[in-house]
């Protein structure tokens, strides 16, 4: 029989599920399959081939929109590769399977004084997730990207191939930022930081505007170890970009601190002792409205102003890192539409100039984000980065059955300054980007040697994700 009339593989009903970016602002229906071994995956690939079918690869499920799902795709949820290898406790090197996640990754090294290198606002993410995007943390304008602390990986291509990638091997800074679409990483060799202590000294300055925001990152650039920001989008005029720094200090402590130990490190579930944190999202989603959250943002402003302005206090590793994830559920508050958010990344000379302008312009359109968090970043040398010498603004916008083109348009009004700018976006972050803007602020000649890498470790183009499809990066032979 000529293979032309071979019957193609059937995939059964029974692995068919409903996913969703962690936004749950874009959904597909794929079918899911968690390997357990390198075996298992290429068993994958060849049952995609047999099905005509496509694939998409997906980690813990924390990108915002649609980046680790695909319509009608076989689904690679990594999530059960979450074996650590070795772990030595002398030089921080962590051998692991690329499902080990970023709380795996502390709990195992935090006893011994390393913490990891770079981490995400949530614990969750997987290794493979994390590096396909090569997340950033508040340390980005000191640490830059999690690529950056990588000594080794595999990566199992579609071509059959399975690839020991150094930062010397020339498609390195490929298969990180690229999302998922030239290969799957399986295992990664990666530098952990030294800490000898389980809390940093914080440092909070409240800020009156704009002016005071970025003041306060460049007074403490060279001496802060984190930095983050809370910005209130509902200041106006001399107080628009009013809102709370925050630096962060590495402490120095003798050897076995009590501070290293996880039980110092995990939050308490209750708020002041008797209320469950557990159901704070219930009334979370009964406040989340303009006016409640304009209250909010205002309040959390002055209270800034009022308490503890300037004066440094002790907080513990996990808690400065992850304070979201102890508050359970807590994207159900933007139940049932979801949310997006939305994160450029502008050069330093025009960031306040694009960040004042989007937040006026939220405020005329009556569509201001109900959280805004800006970081100082720096660049670096990945095919996608969004790393930029500059900062960055993540804005959450709650979705409504009313809203959603509006949000949407504002996000290309939006992306317009952006580009205009110089600037990035973030793959992990993004629901609204069209091909066009990706490939602006890119550049064409990132785009075309992607296609190089992709011809050459995935020629059938079997990786894909509905993310590649929205921004041009599914088109087969580039
Ligand atoms: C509350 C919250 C806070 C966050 N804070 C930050 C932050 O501070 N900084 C930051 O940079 N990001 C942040 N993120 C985003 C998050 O770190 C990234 O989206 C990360 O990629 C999620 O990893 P994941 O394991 O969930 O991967 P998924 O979201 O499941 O997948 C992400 C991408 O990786 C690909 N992929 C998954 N596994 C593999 C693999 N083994 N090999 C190759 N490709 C793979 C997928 O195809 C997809 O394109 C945050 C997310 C949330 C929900």
């Known amino acids: 029989m000529s293979e032309d009339h071979q019957e193609k593989r059937v995939?059964?009903?029974?692995?068919?599920?409903?996913?969703?970016?962690?936004?749950?602002?874009?959904g597909a229906d794929g079918y899911v399959f968690r390997p357990y071994h390198i075996?298992?995956?290429?068993?994958?690939?060849?049952m995609a081939r047999e099905a005509g079918?496509?694939?998409?690869?997906?980690?813990?499920?924390?990108?915002?929109?649609?980046?680790?799902?695909?319509s009608e795709c076989i689904?690679?949820?990594?999530?059960?590769?979450?074996?650590?290898?070795?772990?030595?406790?002398?030089?921080?090197?962590?051998?692991c399977g690329a499902g080990v996640t970023i709380e795996q990754l502390w709990r195992t090294g935090m006893e011994d004084g390393w913490w990891p290198p770079?981490?995400?606002?949530?614990?969750?993410?997987t290794l493979g997730g994390a590096l396909a995007m090569n997340i950033h943390g508040k340390n980005a304008f000191a640490a830059g990207t999690l690529g950056e602390h990588v000594i080794e990986m595999d990566v199992f291509c579609p071509n059959g191939d399975i690839r020991t990638l150094t930062p010397a091997s020339p498609l390195f800074s490929a298969v990180i930022s690229s999302a998922g679409l030239l290969g799957v990483i399986t295992r990664v060799k990666l530098q952990m930081k030294r800490i000898s202590s389980g809390d940093l000294r914080v440092l909070p300055i409240s800020c009156k505007n704009w002016e005071e925001q970025f003041a306060a990152f460049e007074e403490n650039r060279e001496s802060a170890d984190y930095m983050v920001a809370w910005i209130d989008t509902f200041g106006r005029g001399e107080q628009a970009g009013r809102g709370l720094f925050h630096a962060g200090f590495y402490t120095q402590e003798p050897p076995h601190s009590p501070t290293l130990h996880p039980d110092h490190q995990d939050l308490p579930d209750t708020i002041l002792g008797f209320f469950p944190k557990s159901v704070v999202w219930r009334f979370l989603k009964k406040f989340n409205n303009r006016f409640c959250m304009r209250m909010l943002n205002w309040a959390k402003h002055v209270s800034g102003r009022l308490l503890g302005n300037g004066r440094p206090h002790l907080q513990s590793m996990v808690g400065f890192s992850f304070l979201l994830d102890y508050v359970p559920n807590w994207r159900r508050a933007y139940e049932p539409y979801g949310f997006i958010q939305y994160q450029s990344f502008v050069p330093e000379e025009f960031a306040r100039e694009v960040f004042r302008q989007m937040v006026e312009m939220q405020q005329v359109r009556k569509l201001e984000s109900f959280?805004?968090?800006?970081k100082r970043h720096r660049s670096d040398g990945f095919l996608f980065s969004h790393g930029v010498d500059g900062y960055s603004l993540a804005l959450d916008f709650k979705l409504t059955k009313k809203n959603r083109a509006a949000i949407w348009q504002l996000a290309h009004d939006m992306n317009g300054l952006v580009v205009k700018a110089g600037g990035r976006f973030y793959l992990a972050k993004d629901s609204t980007l069209r091909?066009?803007?990706?490939?602006l602020s890119v550049g064409k000649e990132a785009v075309a040697q992607f296609f190089r890498a992709k011809r050459e470790l995935d020629p059938d183009n079997l990786l894909t994700s509905n993310l590649a499809k929205r921004i041009g990066l599914d088109a087969p032979g580039g």
Request: aromatic letters at 8%; one cysteine or more.
């Open 11 to 26: 995939i059964p009903n029974s692995r068919m599920a409903r996913l969703e970016g962690f936004g749950r602002n874009l």
């Open 39 to 46: 075996s298992d995956i290429k068993d994958a690939f060849q």
């Open 53 to 70: 079918m496509q694939i998409t690869l997906r980690g813990a499920g924390r990108s915002y929109g649609d980046a680790n799902i695909g």
């Open 75 to 95: 689904i690679l949820d990594l999530c059960r590769m979450n074996q650590i290898y070795s772990f030595n406790r002398k030089t921080g090197e962590i051998d």
């Open 118 to 125: 770079v981490v995400s606002g949530t614990m969750a993410p």
């Open 371 to 374: 959280l805004a968090v800006m």
């Open 435 to 439: 091909s066009e803007d990706f490939v």
